[in-house]
Every structure is written in structure tokens, then in C-alpha cells.
């Protein structure tokens, strides 16, 4: 659902798809079209999360089931990365495993403890097919791997164990949009 614009963008704001929405919890499908249909998708998800202050932001988030993913978001070092990817596969992981502070628009104004590996990289496509290789360490390492999981079909409340993950299901059953 389209709503509206966001000054100084192109893309329009869309419907936040909160946990407890399937899509989030399914695979999404590759994209097989490229256009100006992909072109205004991307758009869309660049002005919706920066509407909702995010530094990263799946397709299924805004009930789109396709892989594709935007991020707006700096590294350990305060490096900016903007960008977007098409069809991306995590095809590298390493480094140290962090534990670290995650939140997801999608379970808005929460965040627990979720271990990451502090490097990444990720292969994909642009919205014209160039392909692209997106690389980061420490947090855009996080961002990039959060990202590539919500593609798959999981958040990251799925990954926090322990007592932890009790506190975020408290946590989540009591917000005002809970429904997991």
C-alpha cells in the first residue's frame, strides 16, 4: 500500500509489515522482471525506511515477497554504505561472532542481544542486473546479514535464545502491535 511521499526522495512510504504478518516468516521469491516496476519498488523501500528511521529494509517488510533489500547504514568505523541489492545470496560470513544490540522495523521500538559475525559479504544484482558485491564488517556487517535473513524468512527475534529470547517474547506480547 502506497501512502505518501517523503520530501526529497522519489519513492513513496508503504505499510510496515509488523511480526505476526506471514510474510515475514516466508521465503521470498527471486526477481525475475527487472524495470521501472523494480525501479519504484526500491524508491519506495528508500523513503519508507526513512520514514521509520531504519538503516536497512527487506522487501517483505512492506508485504512485498521478493528479494530485495536498501540500506542507509555505517560501519564501525562511521563509513557510510547506501545502497540496494537484488537477488542477494550471503555467500560469506566471518570473523569474530558479536553479540550485539538488533532491532527491525518490523518489531518497532524493541531490540535484544543477537549474536553476528562482524563480517560480511553479500552477491547480487542491481535494479538494471549489474551485479554487485556488498562487503562490511562490524555493524554494517549486522545490517547485512539481518537483511539477507529477513529474505529467508526469519527475524531476528528468531535467533535470540536464552533469556533473552523470553524477555523479547514479554517484550513483543506486550507492545501495542504484538501478535507473535
Do not use: K
Not at 526500491?42 to 536498501?70: C, K, S, W
Amino acid at each position: 500500500m502506497r501512502q505518501r511521499p517523503i520530501p526529497g526522495t522519489s519513492g513513496l512510504v508503504r505499510t510496515m509489515s509488523l511480526l505476526g504478518d506471514p510474510v515475514l516468516h516466508s521465503a521470498c521469491a527471486e526477481v525475475t522482471e527487472f524495470g521501472p516496476a523494480l525501479d519504484r519498488l526500491v524508491e519506495d523501500m528508500f523513503a519508507t525506511m526513512y520514514a521509520h528511521q531504519g538503516v536497512g529494509l527487506a522487501a517483505n517488510q512492506i508485504g512485498v515477497p521478493q528479494r530485495v533489500f536498501v540500506y542507509d547504514c555505517p560501519d564501525d568505523d562511521d563509513v557510510r554504505h547506501v545502497g540496494h541489492v537484488v537477488n542477494p545470496r550471503l555467500v560469506e560470513t566471518g570473523g569474530i561472532e558479536l553479540r550485539g544490540p538488533e532491532g527491525c522495523l518490523s518489531l518497532p521500538g524493541l531490540e535484544a542481544g543477537t549474536v553476528r559475525f562482524d563480517h560480511a559479504v553479500v552477491e547480487g544484482v542491481t535494479t538494471d542486473g549489474r551485479p554487485v558485491r556488498v562487503a562490511g564488517t562490524g555493524f554494517f556487517a549486522r545490517c547485512l546479514q539481518h537483511e539477507c535473513d529477513h529474505l529467508d524468512g526469519t527475524v531476528y527475534a528468531d535467533r535470540v535464545t536464552g533469556f533473552r529470547a523470553r524477555r523479547l517474547r514479554r517484550q513483543i506480547a506486550r507492545a501495542p502491535w504484538g501478535r507473535a
